[in-house]
T-cell receptor
Framework: AQSVTQLGSHVSVSEGALVLLRCNYSSSVPPYLFWYVQYPNQGLQLLLKYTTGATLVKGINGFEAEFKKSETSFHLTKPSAHMSDAAEYFCAVTTGGSYIPTFGRGTSLIVHP | DTAVSQTPKYLVTQMGNDKSIKCEQNLGHDTMYWYKQDSKKFLKIMFSYNNKELIINETVPNRFSPKSPDKAHLNLHINSLELGDSAVYFC????????????FGQGTRLTVV
């Protein structure tokens, strides 16, 4: 079985500040991990993903995430927040051969001017 | 061209009615999904089809029936609509298993009154 926990349903930062969105997973086999972003009234869009190889993954819009097996974490970061980053962010996990991705409950990122 | 398109975008209907939501993808993917997103943004997978074959059928009332006439289409029919069915329904597609990126439609906001 697999599961995802996103710590913090809301994260508030000032424009230009560091963004850190937390994701912890549980999986009995090596996981594949994803971050998706959902802008208001839109569908989800892939930010980045980790399958195998390099544990630091770079995505679109300046976001990156690091897979830490020892901590079962896949936190999302961005050095400097922009107003346009305000959105809902979802962490997801699946495993090789699975057709069932499991999504976290989402974290709403609020960016203050 | 929109990769995954859903119609309608908004649907307001009375309790007890039957309604359908259509989904089409032009990405050549062989796996399609239906997700339900509740008012708290929680995403729950409902169904998944691979090459027109149902492979995931989560705990969903049998009032919900997916239909896949071909690999590019996955429609969702809902009978006897209830207030609790109000949500945003997302169609998505991926090439093969869930370890690959899923592309989401814009969503259909269903309101049952």
């Amino acid at each position: 079985a697999q599961s995802v926990t996103q710590l913090g349903s809301h994260v508030s930062v000032s424009e230009g500040a560091l963004v850190l969105l937390r994701c912890n997973y549980s999986s009995s086999v090596p996981p594949y991990l994803f971050w998706y972003v959902q802008y208001p009234n839109q569908g989800l869009q892939l930010l980045l993903k980790y399958t195998t190889g390099a544990t630091l993954v770079k995505g679109i819009n300046g976001f990156e995430a690091e897979f830490k097996k020892s901590e079962t974490s896949f936190h999302l970061t961005k050095p400097s927040a922009h107003m346009s980053d305000a959105a809902e962010y979802f962490c997801a996990v699946t495993t090789g051969g699975s057709y069932i991705p499991t999504f976290g409950r989402g974290t709403s990122l609020i960016v203050h001017p | 061209d929109t990769a995954v398109s859903q119609t309608p975008k908004y649907l307001v209907t009375q309790m007890g009615n039957d309604k359908s939501i259509k989904c089409e993808q032009n990405l050549g993917h062989d796996t399609m999904y239906w997700y339900k997103q509740d008012s708290k943004k929680f995403l729950k997978i409902m169904f998944s089809y691979n090459n027109k074959e149902l492979i995931i059928n989560e705990t969903v009332p049998n009032r919900f029936s997916p239909k896949s006439p071909d690999k590019a289409h996955l429609n969702l029919h809902i009978n006897s609509l209830e207030l609790g069915d109000s949500a945003v329904y997302f169609c998505a597609s991926s090439q093969g298993r869930a370890d690959l990126e899923a592309f989401f439609g814009q969503g259909t906001r269903l309101t049952v009154v």
